[in-house]
C-alpha cells in the first residue's frame, strides 16, 4: 500500500477578482522506500502540493491519504497528530524556533515525538555538518547552514515521510552529495522521500521524476 496518496487535488487562490489555479486535479502516490523528485517551473504548484499533501492546507477539491487515513477535511488537531506521526517537513523557511539554539531545535523535536535520543542528536548534527554550530541560534546561521539545520530537525523523528522544500537550494555541491546520502539511507530503511526541487543533481538521484507545469502533471 502506498504511504502518502492524492487524489485530484484542487487548489485556488484569490486576490481581488483574480483566480489562480494552483492545482488543477493532481493525482500522486508515495510509496515506501521510494525517493520521489517535484520539479516544475516557479509557480507551477510545487509548494502547494506539498502543503496540501502534509495537511499544512485543505485543498479545494479531492483529498489525501496518508497510510491508508484520509487527512483531507478534518479538524485542524486531527491533521496535526497525523502530520506529527508521519511526516518530517522541511519548508522553505520557518524551520527552527529563533529562541532555541540548533541542538534545543533538534532536542524539542524529539522530545515531540515521544523519542529524546542524545546519540541521534550527535549523529544528525555531524550528518548535516553542523556540530560546530549546536549552540548557535538560528539567526547566526548562514542560509545553507540554516537549511541544514532545518533538514535535521525534519529528520530528527525519523518520520516514515520526508517532504523537503527545495533542500539544497542554498548549499554547496558538497554537502548537496552529503544531503543525498541521507536521503539515500532513508530508502535503504524502507522510508519515503519526496522533495520539491530545482536541482537537476538531486532530481536525478531520486528513483522516480513528477513534473508539474501550470497545476498538472505532466508526463
Ligand atoms: N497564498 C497564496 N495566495 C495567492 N496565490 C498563491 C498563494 N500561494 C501560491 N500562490 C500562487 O499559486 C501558484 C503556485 O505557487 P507555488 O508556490 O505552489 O509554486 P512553486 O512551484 O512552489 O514555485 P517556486 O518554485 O517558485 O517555489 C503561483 O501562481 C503562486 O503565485
Do not use: W
Not at 95 to 100: A, D, F, I, P, S
Not at 106 to 120: C, S
Request: aromatic residues 4%; charged residues 25%.
Amino acid at each position: 500500500m502506498p504511504l502518502l496518496v492524492a487524489h485530484e487535488l484542487y487548489r485556488f487562490f484569490h486576490i481581488g477578482d483574480d483566480e489562480t489555479a494552483a492545482l488543477r486535479g493532481v493525482s500522486f502516490q508515495l510509496a515506501a522506500g521510494e525517493i520521489v523528485a517535484l520539479t516544475g517551473p516557479s509557480g507551477s504548484g510545487k509548494s502547494t502540493l506539498l502543503s496540501c499533501l502534509t495537511g499544512l492546507d485543505e485543498p479545494d477539491g479531492g483529498h489525501v491519504e496518508v497510510s491508508g487515513v484520509r487527512l483531507t477535511r478534518r479538524s485542524e488537531a486531527e491533521r496535526t497528530r497525523i502530520r506529527a506521526a508521519s511526516f518530517g517537513i522541511l519548508l522553505q523557511s520557518g524551520n527552527l524556533y529563533g529562541h532555541l539554539t540548533i541542538e534545543q531545535n533538534l532536542r524539542f523535536q524529539m522530545l515531540l515525538a515521544g523519542n529524546p535520543d542524545e546519540e541521534r542528536l550527535t549523529a544528525l548534527l555531524e550528518g548535516v555538518g553542523l556540530s560546530h554550530r549546536a549552540t548557535a541560534f538560528s539567526t547566526q546561521l548562514s542560509g545553507g547552514e540554516t537549511a541544514r539545520a532545518g533538514l535535521a530537525v525534519a529528520l530528527a523523528a525519523d518520520p516514515p515521510i520526508l517532504i523537503a522544500d527545495e533542500p539544497t537550494a542554498e548549499v554547496d555541491r558538497e554537502t548537496e552529495s552529503r544531503l543525498i546520502g541521507h536521503f539515500e539511507a532513508r530508502r535503504e530503511a524502507g522510508l519515503a522521500t519526496l522533495l520539491a526541487t530545482h536541482s537537476e543533481a538531486l532530481a536525478n538521484r531520486a528513483d522516480r521524476i513528477v513534473r508539474l507545469k501550470d497545476g498538472r502533471i505532466v508526463r
